[in-house]
């Protein structure tokens, strides 16, 4: 059975920086492309980053550009997603999904519905 897991939030102060961890097992998600997406209060789910299987392919959104940085790798049967975020501000606050999409090397799939397996969410708290 699929089984994305997140770990890594918690609150920091604007200016801090945080690192995201899932961990995918259950299917061959080593052939998914995988993303983070983003929950504000109030608002929809939005994507962060998405990553190939290759790692030849990555999408930042606009708002988080130069200061995220996405990684995968593949360890004890299982695909490890990252994302380290530095520099963070109270805009970055919310619930940060892990997400796997089979559709891995078509470009653009930056909406939630694409996305067939999701992780529980890791809330993320920047204070000003």
């Known amino acids: 059975q699929a089984k994305l897991v997140e770990s890594g939030g918690g609150s920091v102060q604007a200016g801090g920086s945080l690192r995201l961890s899932c961990s995918a097992s259950?299917?061959?998600?080593?052939?998914?492309?995988m993303a983070w997406f983003r929950r504000a209060p109030g608002k929809e789910r939005v994507i962060v980053a998405r990553?190939?299987?290759?790692?030849?392919?990555?999408?930042?959104a606009p708002d988080v550009r130069g200061r995220f940085t996405i990684s995968r790798n593949y360890a004890n049967n299982a695909v490890n997603l990252y994302l380290q975020m530095n520099n963070l501000n109270p805009g970055d606050t919310g619930v940060y999904y892990c997400a796997a999409d089979s559709n891995a090397y078509t470009t653009r799939r930056w909406r939630a519905n694409e996305y067939e397996s999701w992780g529980q969410g890791t809330q993320v708290t920047v204070s000003s």
């Open positions: 259950g299917r061959t998600f080593s052939s998914y492309a």
């Open positions: 990553i190939n299987p290759r790692g030849s392919d990555i999408y930042y």
